[in-house]
């Protein structure tokens, strides 16, 4: 009798484990890796202009979730991607994508964190596109 409840508890632990979502699974969303960080970033753009920023992640911007930050001022609304599916959504859930966007000519950027490194592109409302590349550092100065 010890013995089955043991293994009935196991069996229940374990279905637990299964079912956390992939974000809890694999250390939380991608905001628990980007919010309180910096990095400096290689921009290009579709007109051929190019630009190098330090841009930071943080909290208590303009977003309910996460806010990238481009000193000194501009400040895009952020969240990580949406996971499962339509009817069962798990919104701000992705371990690794994520999207910003911004009220300065309408700006829409969609990444990917990887270590110590983001990738992405984007696009501005007149639908020009943006490519971008960027590697974690202490601190923007």
Same mark, same amino acid.
């Given at each position: 009798?010890?013995?089955?409840?043991?293994?009935?508890?196991?069996?229940?632990?374990?279905?637990?484990?299964?079912?956390? $979502?992939?974000?809890?699974?694999?250390?939380?969303?991608?905001?628990?890796?980007?919010?309180?960080?910096?990095?400096?970033?290689?921009?290009?753009? !579709?007109?051929?202009?190019? @630009?190098?920023?330090?841009?930071?992640?943080?909290?208590?911007?303009?977003?309910?979730?996460?806010?990238?930050?481009?000193?000194?001022?501009?400040?895009?609304?952020?969240? &990580?991607?949406?996971?499962? !599916? #339509?009817? !069962?959504? $798990?919104?701000?859930?992705?371990?690794?994508?994520?999207?910003?966007?911004?009220?300065? #000519?309408?700006?829409?950027?969609?990444?990917?964190?990887?270590?110590?490194?983001?990738?992405?592109?984007? $696009?501005?409302?007149?639908?020009?596109?943006?490519?971008?590349?960027? @590697?974690?550092?202490?601190? &923007?100065?």
């Amino acid at each position: 009798m010890r013995r089955s409840t043991a293994f009935l508890a196991f069996l229940m632990f374990s279905a637990l484990l299964i079912n956390l $979502s992939s974000a809890e699974a694999g250390g939380g969303n991608c905001q628990a890796k980007l919010a309180g960080n910096s990095y400096t970033c290689d921009f290009k753009f !579709s007109n051929g202009a190019s @630009e190098t920023l330090c841009v930071e992640f943080g909290t208590g911007g303009v977003s309910s979730n996460f806010d990238l930050f481009i000193p000194p001022s501009t400040d895009y609304g952020c969240a &990580c991607q949406a996971t499962g !599916s #339509f009817k !069962s959504p $798990s919104f701000n859930g992705s371990a690794s994508a994520f999207e910003c966007s911004g009220d300065d #000519f309408g700006t829409q950027l969609d990444g990917k964190v990887a270590g110590k490194k983001i990738s992405g592109e984007g $696009s501005g409302y007149l639908g020009e596109s943006i490519v971008f590349s960027c @590697e974690k550092i202490s601190a &923007c100065t």
